[in-house]
């Protein structure tokens, strides 16, 4: 009997899979199934036959279909990903399904309906590389659509795929929005963001020592006073996402850009870094560092010494050893520190308890490792900020102490200068909160915590265009933090005390679409000063039904310690102008 001769065929292949699903399911089995299920039946079917192609087969929580065109193909992954996107707007991050999408055209098997080949497993492998929401396609692909479709599209380069004998050059479509952020325009010296290294160790629980090392790295290279360097947390949006480094460069406004890996294992580490120039994304610089754990913070001080003198080839020794940072004498509590940190960026009430005792752990590991104490200190003031767990005299005294004690611990530490001007400020004592956030910029004038710090003392103090300067500065080098919200909240304040109501109102018009029980009480009395009537009744009262009737007049009520009293019988006159009929007596 003859062998049935086998066919081929050339198509574009579309695999799509649902992010964190194992998480998904454990945390609801069938609220997921039956999400996922009317994901199927509402959208991607639907979508994969408007589009003419054929959905293979499924899996628990993937699809594998073919088209006769990339174009349709890549046009039906674009509209799953958009209306996906419109369908999480009103469910909570921990419950929301997102599709990672890769889109391949090649030469496959066709065998009883199904298609295999690698044609099929480099689409499977491009799905594994995109981020949720995202789209990955092949350069086969991307030559399809390329003239053809308008998208936001990044080359990521040549990309080892598991199982793929040859290396395969991919293209990420964006379609979350990072793409549409300004491009900034490069400072006048040197500029440098450190993004986050890779984890390779598969330990997930690893996961903070790798960002502890560019933590490390970041702010070492911030001591170069000429040297511009991008905040923590700004380079940490690209943590998980394949973005070219031309698209990073744009988007933070920065000529060179660092990245690199950690791999740790037993007790030996290997780090990898390499300086590209992002203008050009031309290799500048690469190295491998492979030692002892014991040596952690020997490689740290070579990497960042390296990566200095190429930046400027003329630093002389003297500027590099202001690099480099006096690690604490014990591994275990740089670790415990580190581990702290991770917490503390997640930006969260119940990680910032975490993140408190394990500063509270490294300083019993070594109570004189200043970083343990302005760590500790510094999740106490962000924990009344924005949680309102402790209140402001627990704050005042657990947190003033544990600052000063940094400060005496290491006197060149400016994050320690910056958190006890914070703490300083927050008891009312305004010049020596001035005087300890000049001294951390004097340290660090590229700590955005230390522009932050002095921006605060200046505007609380009673300088408040100084300190809106200051504020504004922050915001240039940490462009896209998490907690850019509450520095224009800040800037907000300072304007209203230095009677620019306008000002304010328009930095608070921002603030309100993250935090309104911050700002409209603020908005409300800038308003009332303005004498637009109608508009400051409404924001009051969008104020006190946010906040609660209660909470409101107890903030209204009572002068926080650290405002001046003529700034808080500004703030109160702001208010009654708007309609408030409280409080009325002397300043408390």
């Known amino acids: 009997m003859a062998d049935a001769r ?100 090649g030469d496959v098997l066709i065998d009883e309906g199904d298609i295999y080949g690698d044609g099929v497993n480099i689409a499977a492998r491009l799905e ?36 793929i004998a040859r290396q395969v050059r991919v293209y990420a479509v964006w379609l979350d929005g990072l793409l549409d952020r300004p491009t900034l325009a490069l400072p006048d010296k040197p500029s440098i963001a450190v993004l986050p290294f890779q984890n390779m160790s598969g330990d997930p629980e690893q996961e903070y020592f790798a960002d502890g090392m560019v933590e490390e790295i970041t702010t070492a290279l911030s001591r170069v006073r000429w040297l511009f360097v991008i905040a923590r947390n700004s380079s940490f949006i690209y943590k998980g996402r394949a973005v070219d480094v031309k698209q990073i460069g744009r988007e933070l406004g920065v000529r060179y850009v660092l990245e690199g890996s950690v791999r740790k294992s037993g007790g030996r580490i290997r780090i990898t870094a390499q300086l590209i120039d992002a203008l050009t994304g031309a290799h500048l610089w690469a190295d491998r560092y492979d030692r002892d754990l014991a040596d952690i913070f020997a490689v740290q001080d070579e990497i960042t010494s390296s990566v200095a003198a190429i930046i400027e080839p003329a630093l002389a020794e003297a500027e590099r050893q202001r690099v480099l940072r006096k690690p604490p004498g014990s591994l275990d509590v740089w670790e415990t520190y580190q581990r702290g940190l991770w917490h503390f960026y997640k930006y969260d009430a119940d990680e910032n308890r975490v993140a408190q005792n394990l500063f509270r752990r490294a300083i019993e590991l070594d109570p004189n490792f200043a970083a343990g104490h302005h760590g500790l200190a510094f999740a106490q003031h962000l924990d009344s900020w924005l949680y309102s767990t402790p209140s402001w005299t627990e704050v005042a005294r657990s947190g003033l102490e544990e600052a000063r004690t940094a400060v005496l611990l ?32 004097s340290l660090n004038p590229n700590s955005v ?4 710090a002095m921006g605060h003392a200046l505007g609380w103090g009673g300088y408040q265009k100084e300190g809106i300067e200051y504020l504004r500065r922050a915001l240039r080098a940490s462009p896209h933090d998490p ?82 009293p003529e700034d808080y019988d500004h703030y109160i006159e702001g208010l009654r102008k708007a309609g408030w009929k409280g409080y009325i007596g002397p300043t408390k």
Not at 141 to 163: C, F, P, R
Not at 429 to 434: G, K, N
Not at 485 to 494: A, E, V
């Open 449 to 452: 915590w230390s522009m932050v």
């Open 6 to 105: 086998v066919q081929r065929r050339l198509m574009a292949i579309l695999v799509a899979d649902v992010a964190a699903y194992s998480r998904l399911m454990s945390n609801d089995e069938e609220g997921t199934l039956a999400a996922l299920k009317a994901c199927r039946r509402e959208l991607t079917d639907p979508k994969v036959a408007e589009h003419h192609g054929r959905i293979v087969k499924t899996t628990g929580d993937g699809i594998l279909a073919e088209f006769a065109s990339a174009v349709e193909a890549v046009r039906c992954a674009v509209e799953i990903q958009r209306a996906m996107a419109e369908r999480n707007t009103a469910i909570p991050e921990d419950r929301r399904i997102e599709f990672r999408i890769g889109i391949n055209v």
């Open 128 to 163: 594994a590389l995109a981020s949720p929401g995202a789209i990955c396609l092949s350069e086969d692909a991307y030559n399809q659509i390329k003239n053809k479709l308008t998208l936001n599209v990044s080359d990521i380069g040549e990309q080892h795929l598991k199982n």
């Open 410 to 441: 290491d006197e060149k530490d400016s994050m320690a200068h910056a958190v006890l001007s914070f703490m300083q400020e927050r008891c009312g004592d305004w010049e020596s909160a001035i005087a300890e956030g000049r001294a951390a910029v």
């Open 483 to 564: 907690l850019t919200w509450l520095c224009t909240f800040w800037i907000g304040i300072f304007s209203y005390l230095s009677r620019e109501y306008a000002a304010s109102i328009e930095s608070m018009n921002k603030v309100i679409q993250v935090r309104p029980g911050f700002a409209q009480r603020w908005r409300a009395a800038a308003l009332g000063q303005l004498g637009r009537m109608a508009e400051a009744k409404e924001a009051l009262e969008l104020s006190i039904s946010i906040m609660s009737p209660e909470i409101f007049e107890r903030l209204a009520c009572q002068r926080p310690p650290w405002t001046r």
